[in-house]
């Protein structure tokens, strides 16, 4: 069966360095999307992203966040001057249409030193 | 202000008996509901729902859904250990967002 794969699944970097997270979406989807979930709290969005620009985006996401579909096959989540609070599990997840069940990875694991 | 919120938080169960996993939400134009098991990593979906009275179920599993109150049920019969899993309840907010607001989940802990 067709998985959402992210990469690397542990990430660990200094406050103030840029990190960039990785995601190969399933082939045949077209709506991309990416949340986190910090320690022992609710999974929240970041932003979705389809026809090549974001189409919507949560508070989270501010100025520092930014997310780019570089080929055909990734998506990119890059965290631009890191911050101790951005410690968390990222999920990226894809889904066919904007109605139909969004697929999750399997998380990469940022922690902010 | 939480729009989904998951009942209980957190379940102790034997192998063999039944649970029921509650959901319950609060959006405008309501579309759809989707219900996620997250063990150690990705939640994987178990089933999305959107007519009122229409179970779905798959294997062991199966849920329904009220919208007119509001809520929906997450059964599962004759529960195993691997069943052991935080269970999570998402809706999508409202008219033309299609983001996914999630519920804090029901821890669903299975001893043999």
């Known amino acids: 069966e067709p998985e959402v794969t992210q990469t690397p699944s542990h990430q660990v970097t200094q406050m103030g360095q840029e990190v960039i997270l990785r995601c190969v979406p399933i082939?045949?989807?077209?709506?991309f999307y990416w949340y986190r979930q910090i320690l022992g709290q609710k999974v929240e969005f970041l932003v979705s992203?389809?026809?090549?620009?974001?189409?919507?985006k949560s508070e989270i996401f501010d100025d520092q966040f930014s997310v780019e579909r570089p080929d055909g096959s990734n998506f990119t989540l890059k965290i631009r001057s890191t911050k101790l609070e951005d410690s968390a599990m990222y999920f990226c997840?894809?889904?066919?249409?904007?109605?139909?069940?969004?697929?999750f990875g399997d998380g990469t694991r940022l922690s902010i030193l | 202000e939480d729009k989904v919120v998951q009942s209980p938080l957190s379940l102790v169960v034997h192998e063999g008996d039944t649970v029921t996993l509650n959901c319950s939400y609060e959006?405008?134009?309501?579309?759809?509901l989707l219900w996620y098991k997250q063990e150690k990593k990705a939640p994987t979906f178990l089933f999305m729902l959107?007519?009122?009275?229409i179970e779905k179920k798959s294997g062991r599993l199966s849920s329904i859904l009220d919208k007119k109150e509001l809520f929906s049920i997450l059964n599962i019969t004759a529960t195993q250990t691997g069943d052991s899993a935080v269970y999570l309840c998402a809706v999508p907010p409202g008219a033309g967002s299609y983001q996914l607001t999630f519920g804090k989940g029901t821890k669903l802990s299975v001893i043999p």
């Open positions: 959006v405008t134009n309501f579309r759809s």
């Open positions: 082939s045949n989807h077209l709506y």
């Open positions: 997840a894809s889904g066919n249409s904007a109605n139909q069940p969004q697929h």
């Open positions: 959107t007519s009122s009275g």
């Open positions: 992203f389809y026809n090549n620009e974001i189409s919507e």
